[in-house]
């Protein structure tokens, strides 16, 4: 089981169904359900190529979790859209491209332009130091606190489902935040595969003659072989969450651990009851303490 944290909520994610939880204002807890398809594509089943196929569908099912739990967590009159919902998302998208992507090669292109070396380089350490700047800042904003804060109740609330306690806040709490198949480290899994994929490329393809095709060539093959470098983190995830008892697998795992310092908080007992609502409602099981809507 996994998930992921939402607007004063969490959602969960099990073999056969979806299920997000959210505290609305009144204090109520309320979740929805969505059935998962047992049919998947031949695509999802090819190792290298599932991590992108997965990475997609996690996408689209995120932003309609954000898009319920936005909704159910404040009490106003005009409801968030989908439509709205998915330009916010493709915007984001194409910011953190930009950003973490774009941003970084060109800096590195014209500072060092003729030396692919010290362009990759630097390259390298612009991309880790705008990602972790980037999650540490935004943990000063109070609404983003509180998000990750339902992530830490995520994380521990599935300690205790994986070591097959009683679903209850209490013996949540007593669980770390930091869990090896995180989002987050996930996400620098990719930043640290891409330094390995560009730099590779960029010593085999050939130098275009003009300074605006090298740029241009370094930028659009950064953003085309994004889904690759997607591809090789989650298999490296995978396998890594499952051999942690393997002293260099574990050593390997840290700094993804460290990371998810900054993106997870420790949660109260409130946000832990949502989140085990939303692991017994993913798992098919009796749910007495919230009530469910179909949205």
């Not at 939303?278 to 809507?293: D, F, M």
Request: hydrophobic share 45%; net charge positive; charged share 20%.
């Amino acid at each position: 089981i996994g998930g992921q944290a939402v607007i004063e909520g969490v959602m969960m994610r099990s073999p056969t169904c979806i299920a997000t939880a959210v505290r609305k204002p009144s204090g109520e807890i309320v979740y929805k359900k969505t059935p998962i398809s047992k049919k998947k594509g031949k695509l999802a089943e090819i190792p290298f190529i599932r991590g992108a196929v997965m990475l997609f569908d996690a996408l689209v099912m995120g932003i309609k979790e954000l898009t319920f739990s936005a909704n159910e967590a404040e009490e106003k009159e005009e409801q968030i859209s989908q439509k709205e919902a998915i330009l916010t998302t493709v915007v984001s998208l194409g910011l953190g491209i930009g950003l973490f992507i774009v941003l970084p090669s060109l800096i590195g292109s014209f500072l060092f332009l003729d030396n692919k070396l010290y362009s990759n380089l630097l390259e390298a350490v612009l991309r880790l130091l705008f990602f972790i700047l980037y999650i540490w800042l935004i943990s000063f904003s109070k609404d983003v606190r509180r998000v990750y804060e339902y992530h830490g109740a995520e994380h521990k609330s599935i300690y205790a489902y994986e070591n097959n306690m009683e679903l209850t806040p209490e013996n949540a709490k007593k669980f770390t935040t930091l869990h090896p198949r995180c989002g987050t480290s996930f996400l620098l899994i990719v930043m640290l595969i891409a330094i390995i994929v560009f730099s590779t490329i960029d010593f085999l393809f050939p130098t275009p003659a003009t300074v605006i095709g090298r740029i241009a060539m370094k930028v659009v093959l950064r953003v085309i072989l994004m889904p690759l470098i997607a591809g090789i983190s989650y298999e490296i995830q995978r396998y890594s969450s499952k051999h942690l008892d393997n002293f260099c697998i574990k050593t390997l795992a840290l700094p993804g651990l460290s990371l998810q310092k900054i993106t997870t908080k420790e949660p109260d007992l409130k946000q832990l009851e949502v989140a085990i609502v939303a692991i017994k409602a993913a798992l098919g099981e009796n749910v007495e303490n919230a009530r469910e809507v179909s949205k």
